[in-house]
């Protein structure tokens, strides 16, 4: 007797469907709740096969591909960096990604990664920020204001209540559009507070964190030593490559350094201008209260984010979980349906009397 199987089916989101659900559901809601599952997936570390991601690189950027897996799920995600896309019309960051059972091999999900590394980035910036920032901190710098701005800033409010903002970039326009976003967000009760600044040193001064989102194909200094005060915590995102950093060495030995994953950002991080020996803490063994975080409120405290790949797979559970609740997406066959899942050249053929003539010759 023949039984029924119920097939899984792949979920596809493209970048409107993603755009679509963070309407559903509000940036901040979404920042919280991503920062929540991100959270759950750095408690159980030790749960994750883990590899530094494979870069391919070029002169004009970088083509990376960053897998992970804790036997129930595999995750991974395609994502670039071409600080000089603008010329052609294109983002700095594109990415794609995918979630396949562990069990079948059978791809779940497959989504676009553009906005969600943005959303992701800031979740996790905020997440580490929380964690290690003054309790107290009240003013953020942002320097870098390009397409990670916005979510950086919104996820500092969410998870952390920051509303005094000042932001450089060396293309002022780019300030001005990141304020306008941010005022026209109408996302809280009260409107940012936001100062636009001439220099970094401007911007940076009195800060109690500083968010560094730049990109740069080569070593930056964006925020030098002599910046430094006691007590500020850096978020530095924009240096997450060989040969791309954006901090001057001098400012990582006056800090207390905190990474994602030790041997991935010995190669892509800020921490690749140090020796191999430099010390550094795990966020998650600081989560997991294996490790201190900030000791005392006059330490310098500095997250080295290049991205890592937990981060991805706790967005993609995130996108899945919330497409499923909202019914956002549409259902793709990325595989073959026919009864005798071995005739596969049978299913071909049945399918192909039904081709176009065009698409057969
Ligand atoms: P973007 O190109 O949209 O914006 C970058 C902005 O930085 C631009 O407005 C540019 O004018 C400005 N800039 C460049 N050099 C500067 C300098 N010296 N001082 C002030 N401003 C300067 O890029 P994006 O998508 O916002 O990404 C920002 C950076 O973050 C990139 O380097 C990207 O690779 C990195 N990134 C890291 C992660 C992570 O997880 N760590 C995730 C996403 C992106």
Redesign the pocket.
């Known amino acids: 007797m023949k039984t029924s199987i119920t097939r899984p089916r792949t979920r596809l989101l493209d970048t409107h469907d993603v755009a679509r659900l963070l309407h559903l559901m509000g940036v901040p809601a979404a920042l919280q709740e991503l920062a929540g599952i991100l959270k759950e997936d750095y408690l159980r570390w030790p749960d994750f096969d883990k590899a530094s991601r494979i870069g391919a690189y070029t002169d004009a950027g970088v083509i990376e591909l960053m897998p992970i897996t804790d036997g129930r799920h595999y995750t991974f995600k395609c994502v670039n960096?071409h600080?000089d896309n603008g010329r052609y019309g294109l983002?700095?960051?594109m990415a794609m990604g995918a979630l396949l059972d562990c069990d079948t091999g059978m791809i779940r999900l497959l989504s676009e990664l553009t906005l969600t590394?943005a959303l992701r980035?800031a979740a996790?910036s905020a997440l580490a920020a929380r964690t290690l920032a003054r309790p107290d901190s009240r003013v953020m710098a942002i320097?870098?204001?390009?397409?990670?701005?916005d979510f950086q800033a919104m996820a500092f409010r969410a998870l952390l209540g920051i509303q005094d903002l000042r932001l450089?970039?060396?293309?002022q326009a780019?300030s001005e559009r990141l304020q306008r976003n941010l005022l026209n967000a109408h996302a809280f009760d009260t409107p940012f507070r936001i100062q636009i600044c001439d220099s970094?040193a401007q911007a940076i001064q009195g800060a109690d964190i500083v968010s560094t989102?730049?990109?740069?194909q080569g070593p930056?200094q964006?925020l030098t030593a002599n910046m430094l005060e006691p007590g500020m915590h850096i978020n530095a995102?924009?240096g997450?490559s060989p040969g791309k950093t954006e901090l001057d060495p001098a400012v990582l030995p006056r800090a207390s350094v905190f990474v994602e994953y030790v041997p991935q950002t010995r190669e892509e991080g800020e921490i690749q201008q140090m020796p191999a020996d430099f010390p550094v803490v795990e966020l998650w063994q600081v989560l997991t209260g294996v490790a201190p975080g900030r000791v005392g409120p006059d330490q310098i405290t500095v997250f080295d984010?290049?991205?890592f790949a937990l981060e991805d797979y706790a967005a993609l559970r995130f996108l899945r979980a919330a497409a499923e609740r909202f019914g956002v997406g549409s259902w793709v066959d990325v595989t073959s349906s026919q009864d005798d899942p071995r005739d596969l050249f049978g299913w071909w053929l049945a399918q192909s009397v039904h081709e176009p003539e065009a698409v057969r010759a």
Do not use: C, E, F, K
């Open positions: 960096g600080p983002p700095t960051v590394t980035t996790n320097i870098g204001n390009g397409a990670q701005s450089y970039d060396l293309d780019a970094a989102l730049t990109a740069h930056a964006v995102v924009g997450d984010s290049v991205g």
